[in-house]
């Protein structure tokens, strides 16, 4: 049973390694749950410390943090008004709390977007 949890370990590490790549899918997280799930399975003597759990859980919301303010900046960077940066925000908000990201993005895009073409319109 432990070779089971290895490997489900390694195959959770694996995609998660790739998640940091492709936006599709929430890397750190799924890096985070295989840490928890290997913790969890193969107990204290086999596995990482509480305190690389910790450790793994602050780096896994500084990415969110991460996301969501360089959504914001970079509309700034590029001009948005006021409203299109609250879309930026949002919408990276968003991002973090439901993973799956293709529906999402579409109204806060388009929120973004609509905002945008009002304020200049004005």
């Known amino acids: 049973m432990e070779l089971f949890w ?24 799924i ?7 290997h913790r969890l399975m193969l107990g204290a003597e086999k596995s990482i410390g509480w305190g690389t759990i910790i450790v793994l859980v602050l780096l896994t919301l500084a990415t969110y943090a991460l996301d969501i303010f360089a959504g914001y900046f970079g509309a700034k960077y590029f001009g948005a008004t006021k409203w299109g940066m609250f879309g930026a925000i949002l919408g990276a908000i968003h991002r973090a709390v439901d993973d799956r990201y293709f529906p999402g993005d579409r109204p806060a895009a388009i929120l973004s977007s609509w905002t945008e073409l009002t304020e200049s319109s004005k």
């Open 6 to 29: 290895w490997l489900i370990t390694i195959v959770l590490f694996a995609v998660g390694l790739i998640g940091t790549i492709a936006p599709i899918l929430p890397g750190t997280t």
């Open 31 to 37: 890096i985070l749950a295989a840490a928890v799930i």
